[in-house]
C-alpha cells in the first residue's frame, strides 16, 4: 500500500512487534531502496516512479517524522541507495540517465543541526544503466569515498568521489570481460589481496577479478554455491 511501518524488538521473544504506519505522507509508491544509518536514526528511502522524481523522502528520528530532500530541476530515477560507512551521507544511484544527467547524488544529512543538502556527481560519460552500486572504500580524513559499478560489457568501474563536494577525484577501470554485468561484492583473500566479484548474466559465470594483480577467475554459479 505504500506506507513505510516501524515497529519495536522484543529481545525476550526474539522478534519484532506492534507495527505501526509512519507519517510518511503521501505513502511512498512501491518503495524498494532504502538505508539506514549506524544508529537507526538517519533513513533515507526511494520507491519506484518510472517517469522518475524531484524529491527523496528521509527522517532524523527513525521514522517518526519525514521530510523531502529536492534532488534535482529534472526528474530522475533512484535505483539503489547506499550509506557511506561512518558518516550520515548516502549515495544515490541514478538509472536510466540521459548522457547529461549525473551519475549520482549525494545526500549529505546533518542529524545534529537538521540540516541537509544533494550533491550531483557530474562526470563526463555515456548514458548506461547502473542497477547496483557498491561502496568499497571510505577515507574519512579526506572526504573520499570509492564508488564500484558495473557497465556491461566495459567492465568494472572504479570512481573516487569527494562526498563533501561530488567532485570526481579519480576513475578506474577492470576490464573483465563481461558481457551483461550485475551484482556486486567484495572480499579480500587470505594474502590480503581486494577482490571484486560480478555476475555475467549471459554466460552464467561469476567473475571474481583481483584488483592487486589483475588476475580474473571464471566460476560457474554451482561452483561458488557449493564453495
Given at each position: 500500500n505504500g506506507f513505510v511501518y516501524r515497529s519495536s524488538f522484543n529481545p525476550s521473544a526474539?522478534?519484532?512487534?506492534?507495527?505501526?504506519?509512519?507519517?510518511?505522507?503521501?505513502?511512498?509508491?512501491?518503495?524498494?531502496?532504502?538505508d539506514v544509518s549506524e544508529d537507526g536514526s538517519t533513513i533515507v528511502m526511494?520507491?519506484?516512479?518510472?517517469?522518475?522524481?524531484?524529491?527523496?523522502?528521509?527522517?532524523?528520528?527513525?521514522?517518526?517524522?519525514?521530510?523531502?530532500?529536492?534532488?534535482?530541476?529534472?526528474?530522475?530515477?533512484v535505483t539503489d541507495i547506499v550509506r557511506i560507512p561512518g558518516t550520515t551521507s548516502f549515495l544515490l544511484n541514478v538509472g536510466n540517465r540521459r548522457s547529461a544527467d549525473p551519475q549520482y547524488y549525494l545526500a549529505n544529512l546533518n542529524p545534529e543541526e537538521k540540516t541537509e543538502k544533494?550533491?550531483?556527481?557530474?562526470?563526463?560519460?555515456?548514458?548506461?544503466?547502473?542497477?547496483?552500486?557498491?561502496?568499497?572504500?571510505?577515507?574519512?580524513?579526506?572526504?573520499?569515498?570509492?564508488i564500484i559499478s558495473v557497465k556491461g560489457e566495459f567492465g568494472i568501474l572504479i570512481d573516487t568521489v569527494n562526498y563533501q563536494t561530488g567532485k570526481l577525484v579519480r576513475r578506474g577501470k577492470l576490464d573483465s570481460k563481461l558481457r551483461l554485468g550485475a551484482g556486486l561484492a567484495t572480499y579480500v583473500d587470505s594474502s590480503f589481496n581486494s577482490h571484486i566479484i560480478t555476475s555475467d548474466l549471459k554466460d552464467r559465470m561469476l567473475h571474481d577479478?583481483?584488483?592487486d594483480t589483475g588476475e580474473?577467475?571464471?566460476?560457474?554459479?554451482?561452483?561458488?554455491?557449493r564453495g
Open positions: 526474539n522478534r519484532f512487534e506492534s507495527f505501526q504506519p509512519t507519517s510518511l505522507n503521501p505513502p511512498l509508491y512501491k518503495p524498494y531502496a532504502f526511494a520507491g519506484e516512479k518510472p517517469r522518475g522524481t524531484l524529491h527523496t523522502p528521509f527522517s532524523y528520528d527513525g521514522g517518526r517524522t519525514w521530510r523531502d530532500l529536492k534532488l534535482g530541476q529534472r526528474p530522475i530515477l544533494a550533491l550531483p556527481v557530474n562526470y563526463p560519460s555515456s548514458a548506461y544503466q547502473k542497477n547496483e552500486v557498491l561502496i568499497s572504500r571510505v577515507d574519512r580524513v579526506n572526504t573520499q569515498v570509492e577479478v583481483n584488483r580474473i577467475r571464471l566460476l560457474p554459479y554451482s561452483d561458488w554455491v
